[in-house]
């Protein structure tokens, strides 16, 4: 009897220990040991690239030092495919998160699709109202989504170009045509860029497959190339480069990332500061401090910026009040 009773309990600790091995991260609506709530967050990226990588970051550490130690995040990389978005979203839905951070316009899309009650936040989207098929769109979403948005003044962006090449005559509007985003700020700028006197000339790359000659072809036609926030741009700025500079053309560009890359100036906002913005609010839409369908879509503040190695490069001077790259 009493070697039965030792097997028994021996038996007994054994699946006690299982129990405990298992893991240990906090699940949605779990409490730590001192009782406070955890929060389990989904990151859905569209692709890799300095500005996204950047906004994903700083989402990341706003909520780790407002939140410490309480949220779990579970991220997805969807590789420059949107359909691979619609997966990794439905994925975070049947896990329950708390809440989803969609990055860049087909994360949001998708998750906008994927559900109406898990609060959902875009970043790096230019425009919430093209995106969501929005016609009254007046700055909330409502519903289950908010977020910040990467949309510069794109008639100061114009004035830009004024100021750096004031004797171009034609503007040659490099984009990808699989980018709703890109394709609205392509329609402002020739708008504004029209009004002060120049003609363009839109150059659409449908993926990473023709970015180059659809470049080259720009080159050829016109004097000055303007990039606009653009995933694909931004993922190819080397391949961009390599076209502009032995043709001597200069880039006015969207954002900061695509200017470290392959343009000579931006009016451009910081990626990280508008992630880290939407970690702010993704911590009060998590703790019950904000809802989420009251929260109104947030913008970063634009600064001037140039690429001071391709200045040098092309032969121009940089304009006074803009900021050199660093790194």
Known sequence: MKKLFALLLAACMVLSLVACGGNNTPAQGDETSDGEETYTVGICQLVQHVALDAATQGFKDALNELLPGKVTFKEGNAGGESTNCATIVNGFVSDGVDLIMANATPALTAAASATSTIPVLGTSVTAYGLAL??????????????????????????????????????????????????????????????ELGYTCQNFAFTDTNDVTSVTQAACDACDVIYIPTDNVAAANTEAIANVLVPAGVPAAVGEEGICAGCGVCTLSI??????????????????????????????????????????????????????????
Not at 135 to 148: K, M, Q
Not at 154 to 162: C, D, G, R
């Open 133 to 194: 098929d929005l016609d009254d769109f007046d700055g909330t979403v409502g519903g289950n989504i908010s977020g910040t948005s990467d949309l510069a003044d794109l008639e100061k962006q114009a004035q830009m170009v004024k100021e750096w090449f004031p004797d171009a005559k034609t503007v040659g509007m490099l984009y990808c045509s699989a980018e709703p985003n890109s394709l609205y700020q392509i329609e402002e700028m020739t708008k504004y860029l029209t």
């Open 270 to 327: 910081s990626y990280y500061d508008l992630g880290y913005t939407t970690g702010q609010m993704a911590a009060k839409i998590l703790t019950g401090e904000a809802d989420v369908s009251a929260m109104p879509v947030e913008y970063a503040p634009c600064t001037p910026k140039y690429n001071a190695e391709l200045c040098e490069k092309l032969g121009i001077t940089p304009v006074e009040g803009y900021e050199a790259i660093k790194g």
